[in-house]
């Protein structure tokens, strides 16, 4: 058990690796071949003054000696220099991803506090007004991408004043973006932990509890909720991956500067020392992520760690 628990977490670590290399080298290839680069943004000046910067910058150099001196300085843990800031990218994407930490781990904490018990809600209680109305907006809440709950909760804060908009000074910053990210994840959950539920409840071993004599909470929430877990759990990391993509749009609808905005910067400034350290800093997320959920899995299900 311990010898299949080990192969287990080095093959998934190896699949984090190996993911953190393709997402960054194609950032880095991509951002390297689309037209442009970082001296479009200086002064206007001399040709030769623009070719004495592309040479110290390092932009003259053939693709392939870009990305083998990035990927030897990647071995080192260096990510370089940022052609705009010129900092060290491991800095600027420290900071800012810090930032997108606390944006998407607050929203999937909202998500799956509310979403998980509004499903377990909406699937015992099969009467009544409520059930359907939840169903109905968790519906209409998933179906939204985060650029357009962002964009309306951006909005109603303009009009009614109630949360300020932008920067992050308080913890009333956070809740707009927060809300934006966790609103369809939260719907997903509730549908995902409904369905799940609703069929446990028909699962033999259900039956025989009733059978015994279990009472009703001590059946859905003992029983019942931790056995539907497993499904749920086993698209959680999709749902994670979710939440720090839609990060990306959310951060620069509502300026909240996190690792998201920081790409977006690097993509105008055609800084692809930056866009690939933010893409390494967003697929480190992703992995880890993956792996989160992955544990949780097999805390829920012991079944599926044996059978892998």
Not at 177 to 200: C, F, V, Y
Not at 244 to 251: D, P, Y
Not at 271 to 296: N, Q, R, T, W
Request: with cysteine; proline share 5%; charged share 15%.
């Amino acid at each position: 058990m311990a010898r299949t628990l080990i192969r287990r977490v080095f093959r998934r670590l190896g699949f984090a690796t190996l993911l953190v290399l393709l997402v960054s080298s194609s950032a880095l290839v991509l951002a390297r071949l689309a037209p442009g680069d970082t001296t479009d943004a200086f002064d206007a000046r001399t040709p030769e003054q623009i070719a004495e910067d592309r040479r110290r910058l390092g932009l003259d150099l053939p693709l392939h000696e870009v990305y083998g001196q990035w990927l030897a300085r990647l071995i080192r843990l260096d990510l370089g220099t940022s052609l705009k800031y010129q900092r060290p990218v491991s800095e600027l994407v420290g900071e800012r991803s810090a930032n997108t930490a606390l944006l998407a781990s607050t929203a999937l904490a909202l998500a799956t506090v509310v979403g998980l018990p509004l499903g377990v809600f909406t699937a015992s209680r099969r009467r009544g007004l409520i059930p359907p109305l939840v169903r109905a907006g968790s519906v209409a809440a998933l179906s939204a991408p985060p650029l357009l709950t962002s964009l309306a909760l951006v909005l109603l804060a303009a009009r009614t004043g109630w949360l300020p908009i932008g920067g992050i000074g308080t913890v009333w910053h956070l809740v707009i973006p927060a809300l934006a990210l966790a609103l369809p994840a939260m719907g997903t959950l509730e549908r995902l932990q409904a369905g799940a539920l609703s069929e446990t409840l028909h699962e033999r071993f259900m039956v025989a509890a009733v059978a015994r004599g279990v009472p009703d909470r001590s059946l859905l929430w003992r029983h019942a909720f931790r056995a539907s877990l497993a499904p749920v759990l086993g698209v959680y990391a999709i749902i994670v991956a979710s939440l720090f993509s839609g990060s990306f749009a959310v951060e620069i609808v509502t300026s909240w500067p996190g690792l998201g905005r920081l790409m977006f910067d690097a993509l105008i400034a055609r800084d692809i020392h930056l866009v690939a350290g933010c893409a390494v800093a967003g697929s480190c997320f992703l992995a880890a992520g993956s792996l989160a959920a992955d544990a949780a899995l097999a805390w829920a299900d012991p079944r599926t760690g044996e059978a892998s």
